[in-house]
């Protein structure tokens, strides 16, 4: 952010993707606070160089077997401890709701009083999500 803000930057688009090592869902259920601590300095990074987040709660590659596919390594999959055994079902299974809002409500919880929160996106291209139409 420090770089981008002297090229007069303030915005920026972060995913909490599984592919980064940043993940906050550890698991369903689970935060990694290792994750969260290194959240928690982007936000710090945020406010010192003044730029705002979009944040990405669920990028769309973990619900795609498709397009960016990733959901084989979503945490949602059964097979990684998930409880879902298709990307389709996670708007419709009863866990996955539940354990979403979990998510939801301690990222809110956390950084929802931060100035520099852009937009909250619950997943991004929606449209990819699942495969093709």
């Given at each position: 952010m420090?770089f981008?803000?002297?090229?007069?930057?303030?915005?920026?688009?972060?995913?909490?993707?599984?592919?980064?090592?940043?993940?906050?869902?550890?698991?369903?259920?689970m935060?990694?606070?290792?994750?969260?601590?290194?959240w928690?300095?982007?936000?710090?990074?945020?406010?010192?160089?003044?730029?705002?987040?979009?944040?990405v709660?669920?990028?769309?590659?973990?619900?795609?077997?498709?397009?960016?596919?990733?959901?084989?390594?979503?945490?949602?999959?059964?097979?990684?401890?998930?409880?879902?055994?298709?990307?389709?079902?996670?708007?419709?299974d009863?866990?996955?709701?539940?354990?979403?809002?979990?998510?939801?409500?301690?990222?809110?919880?956390?950084?929802?009083?931060?100035?520099?929160?852009?937009?909250?996106?619950?997943?991004?291209?929606?449209?990819?999500?699942?495969g093709?139409t």
């Open positions: 420090k981008l803000s002297s090229y007069g930057c303030n915005y920026t688009r972060i995913w909490d993707y599984q592919d980064t090592g940043s993940r906050i869902k550890k698991a369903p259920h935060m990694c606070q290792d994750s969260s601590a290194m928690d300095y982007i936000f710090e990074s945020a406010a010192k160089y003044g730029f705002y987040i979009s944040f709660l669920n990028p769309h590659g973990e619900l795609s077997t498709s397009i960016d596919p990733s959901f084989d390594r979503s945490i949602w999959n059964k097979i990684n401890g998930g409880y879902i055994d298709n990307a389709e079902d996670f708007f419709n009863e866990n996955c709701i539940g354990a979403f809002k979990t998510y939801v409500r301690y990222i809110v919880s956390r950084w929802g009083n931060s100035e520099y929160v852009m937009t909250w996106e619950i997943c991004n291209e929606i449209d990819h999500a699942y093709p």
